[in-house]
C-alpha cells in the first residue's frame, strides 16, 4: 500500500485523490490539500518508489494506476483524482484501467503522449551530491547549484532528502532505469466516459493542441483549460488559481 497523508473527513463528496509528479512527494501537495479539506476528505500520496512509499524494480503506468486503486479501495471505492505529470499519466491510466474507482479526473499539465526529453540529469545531479559530507539541507541545495539545478528545483528535490539517514527518499536506480516508460505512455484499447478537465499552465509546452486528438480518443468528454502565466508547476506556481480550477470542475 502506498503511503498516504489523510486531510480533513469523510463526508457526503467522495475523496478527492492527489497523485504527484517525478521526484515529488505527498508532502508538495499539503497545502492545496489542507484547503480543500474544508469541504472534503483529501488523500495524497507518495506514489511508488517516492517518499515513505515501498519501493519497486518496476515503474509503469498500470502499476500505479494499480497502486491508486488499492488506494481507493480503502475509502469507499470510488474518488474524484488529481494528477500532475507523471502523477496525471497514473491517474489517467487508473481512470482507463478501472473506471469505476474514479468520478472526476483532473491531469495537471500533461498529455497521454510520449515525450522526447528526459529527467534523467535531475537523477545524475542528486546522484552528485555527496550525501556523507551534508549536514544541512542548505547544502545539498548548495551542490545542485553547481551541478546546474535551477534554484526552485533545488528545494524541490531536498524535500526528498533523508539527512539524519543519508540517502534520498527516491529510488534512483528504478527511476533511471524506467525512465523511458515514465517518459512515455502505454497504448491501450479503452476510453474512459467520465468528466475530464486537462488543467495546463499557459506558459508550459506540454500540452500542445496537437495532443487534443490524442487525449479526446481516450477521453472523449475531456474539458480543457490554461492558468494564464503559470509553466509546468502550475499548482505551486498559481496555487489559488489551481485551487479555484480544482473547486468549480469538482464541484459542477
Known amino acids: 500500500m502506498l503511503n498516504m497523508i489523510t486531510h480533513g473527513t469523510a463526508t457526503d463528496l467522495p475523496p478527492l485523490l492527489i497523485a504527484h509528479g517525478l521526484y515529488g512527494s505527498a508532502r508538495n501537495w499539503g497545502v492545496i490539500a489542507k484547503r480543500i479539506s474544508d469541504s472534503r476528505q483529501v488523500v495524497a500520496v507518495d506514489m511508488r518508489n517516492h517518499g515513505d512509499s515501498p519501493w519497486s524494480d518496476s515503474h509503469s503506468y498500470p502499476d500505479m494506476a494499480d497502486d491508486l486503486a488499492e488506494v481507493i479501495a480503502q475509502f469507499g471505492g470510488i474518488a474524484d483524482v488529481v494528477g500532475h505529470s507523471m ?13 469505476a474507482a474514479v468520478r472526476k479526473l483532473v491531469v495537471a499539465d500533461i498529455a ?11 537523477i545524475d545531479a542528486m546522484r552528485g551530491v555527496d550525501l556523507n559530507s551534508i549536514t544541512r539541507r542548505s547544502e545539498a541545495e548548495a551542490r545542485l547549484a553547481e551541478l546546474g539545478v535551477e534554484r526552485a528545483l533545488q528545494s524541490f528535490f531536498t ?3 533523508d539527512l539524519p539517514n543519508k540517502r534520498w527518499k527516491l529510488n534512483l536506480d528504478t527511476l533511471a532505469a524506467e525512465m523511458p516508460r515514465i517518459m512515455g505512455f502505454p497504448k491501450v ?20 493542441r496537437e495532443h487534443r486528438d490524442a487525449i479526446r480518443t481516450l477521453f472523449p468528454h475531456a474539458r480543457f ?13 498559481k496555487p489559488r488559481e489551481f485551487e479555484a480550477s480544482l473547486r468549480a470542475f469538482l464541484t459542477a
Open 112 to 122: 497521454p503522449v510520449s515525450y522526447a526529453h528526459t529527467q534523467m540529469p535531475f
Open 225 to 237: 483549460a490554461k492558468l494564464p502565466g503559470a509553466g509546468h508547476w502550475l499548482h505551486a506556481e
Open 159 to 161: 524535500q526528498s532528502l
Open 189 to 208: 484499447d479503452t476510453h474512459w466516459d467520465g468528466p475530464a478537465l486537462f488543467l495546463s499552465g499557459g506558459a508550459s509546452d506540454y500540452v500542445l
Open 87 to 99: 502523477g496525471g499519466k497514473a491517474s489517467m491510466m487508473l481512470a482507463l484501467r478501472h473506471p
